[in-house]
Nanobody, 120 residues
């Protein structure tokens, strides 16, 4: 089993910044991808950013130039630095980690979600 613990959400004014963290723990042999998704009320969950394999990074067009994803391999932790936040960034943000366990099964784990609200 692989568990994820997220932190860092909250309320911020437009133009402000937040940093999300997600730490993975458990029976991890390897991590193939780490990323962040978000879901706003009445909308489908969408990819915000992810890091695949050795470091290939994807961003949603709506966050390019404002958000930055990074990872600390030693800590099995992924971060999302969010700058110049807009009201439309308001959503529940979910961490996702995929890889292989120590007993060589695949895992696809999700965090519990953290609320990000951008409002004046």
């Amino acid at each position: 089993q692989v568990q994820l613990v997220e932190s860092g959400g909250g309320l911020v004014q437009p133009g402000g910044s937040l940093r999300l963290s997600c730490a993975a723990s458990g029976s991890i042999k390897s991590i193939n991808a780490m990323g962040w998704y978000r879901q706003a009320p009445g909308k489908q969950r969408e990819l915000v950013a992810n890091i695949i394999g050795g470091g290939f990074i994807n961003y949603a067009d709506s966050v390019k130039g404002r958000f930055a994803i990074s990872r600390d391999n030693a800590k099995n932790t992924v971060y999302l630095q969010m700058n110049s936040l807009k009201p439309e960034d308001t959503a529940v943000y979910y961490c996702n980690v995929r890889g292989v366990t120590t007993i060589r099964t695949n895992y696809d784990s999700w965090g519990q979600g953290t609320q990000v609200t951008v409002s004046s």
